[in-house]
Nanobody
Framework: QVQLVESGGGLVQAGGSLRLSCAAS????????MGWFRQAPGKEREFVAA????????YYTDSVKGRFTISRDNAENTLYLLMNSLKPEDTAVYYC????????????????????WGQGTQVTVSS
């Protein structure tokens, strides 16, 4: 079992930055693929970014490429999402997710692929 707790959300003006954190506990964090998803009001949950458990392999949805950076600190059991140049359309509840993977360079891109989820943190970007 893995427990995930997000933090770092808030209200920011367009063009600003936020860094989300996701603290993991319960199992060996370093062997898990980690992802960030978001859900805006009235919309389906969507993939944002993922990082393999061998640090260095990442993947982003097109709308955040060049603005968001996913990273992880396996020693601290923490996942991060640095969000720059925020836009009003980035407003959503952001969730971190985790699942084990057979290989260190594996990535997963859909919510159905992930087994463990945090409770979410609200990000609101004002125009």
């Amino acid at each position: 079992q893995v427990q995930l707790v997000e933090s770092g959300g808030g209200l920011v003006q367009a063009g600003g930055s936020l860094r989300l954190s996701c603290a993991a506990s319960g199992r060996t964090f370093s062997n898990y693929v980690m992802g960030w998803f978001r859900q805006a009001p009235g919309k389906e949950r969507e993939f944002v970014a993922a990082i393999s458990w061998i640090v260095g392999r990442t993947y982003y949805t097109d709308s955040v490429k060049g603005r968001f950076t996913i990273s992880r600190d396996n020693a601290e059991n923490t996942l991060y999402l640095l969000m720059n140049s925020l836009k009003p359309e980035d407003t959503a509840v952001y969730y971190c997710a985790a699942r084990s993977a057979p290989y260190g360079n594996t990535l997963y891109y859909t919510s159905a692929d992930y087994k463990y989820w945090g409770q979410g943190t609200q990000v609101t970007v004002s125009s």
